[in-house]
Structures are given as C-alpha cells and as structure tokens.
C-alpha cells in the first residue's frame, strides 16, 4: 500500500486534487471516500467527474436514489450511503457498477462494511482548517507503479 498526502487550500483545490487522481483510474476501480460531514467528498467526487471529461456541475450526492450516473466514455457511478444502509446495495445489483466498466465513487464508505473490496482507492479527506483540508490517498491491493505516478503527477 502506497500513501500520498496532498495540502488543499480551498474547495477549488479539492476539485484539481480529484481531477489528477481521475488521471489513475481504470474501469471497474472503487474509490471508498472518508470523512466526516463537509470534509469534501462531494468537491472530491466533482474533481473526479472534472478529470474523467464528464461535468462537474452534474455531480451531486444521490439523496432520493441510491446512486447517480455520470455518463461518458468511462461512467462515474457515484453512491452516498449517509442515509442507506450496505444491505439497500444488493437490491441495486451494486456489483455491476463496483465491477464494470466504470469507476465508483463512494461517500461514507465506513458503512460499506464487508463490501468494501479487496482493492480499492481510500481517499480521505480531514478539516484542518476552514478552506484547508488534508487528502490521505492510498491504494489497498496490487497497482502498476505507473498508475500511482499518474497520481502524483511526476
Ligand atoms: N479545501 C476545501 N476542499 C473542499 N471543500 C471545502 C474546502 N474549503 C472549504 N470547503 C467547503 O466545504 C464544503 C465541502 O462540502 P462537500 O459537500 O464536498 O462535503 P462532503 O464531505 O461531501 O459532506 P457530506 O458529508 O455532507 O456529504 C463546501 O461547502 C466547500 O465550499
Ligand atoms: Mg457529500
């Protein structure tokens, strides 16, 4: 496992943050999102639809459906599990979208439980600060050394 810190300064930099790291992802990768309320996962998430081509301006937290689609040439299914349960994801065949030819991103990954996968992206996201913010982004599992490269862009 692999970890890279990154420094935010403001909501902005959340959203480029996101986007460089959209530059590693492959289909069928999940992205299990922590932090607690406000810490950035929905600017996260944004930056990801931003650095995948799809618009950011259309991500927005599922509230009244499990989850959302972004749709383009590599989909962003984008789940928030705040007011659901894991057991909510069975009846949505949620292994289509964790293991297809899009990427998932999830808030609130903590409830995932027993389905977090066995390799997948935590990106973690910390106030320190009003507008700053602390991204923690590791990769549990076995990742070509060019991918996390993408990540921190040298
Ligand atoms: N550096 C920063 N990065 C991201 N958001 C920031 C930053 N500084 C301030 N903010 C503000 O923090 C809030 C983050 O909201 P966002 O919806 O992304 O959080 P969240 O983690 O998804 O919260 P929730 O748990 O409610 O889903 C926004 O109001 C944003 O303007
Ligand atoms: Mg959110």
Redesign the pocket.
Known sequence: MELTNFL????????AIGARFAQALKPSDVIC?F????????????GIAKGLGLDPLKVH?PTFTLMNIYDGKMPLYHF?L?RIQAEDLFGLGYEEYFYGRGVAAV??SERLEDLIPDNYWKVE?RHAG????C?SISYFGAIQAERLKLLKGD
């Open positions: 935010s300064n403001s909501y902005e930099e959340t959203l999102l932090g607690d309320l406000g810490a950035g996962k929905t600017a996260f998430v944004k937290s928030d705040y808030e609130w996201l009003e507008d700053r913010r991204i």
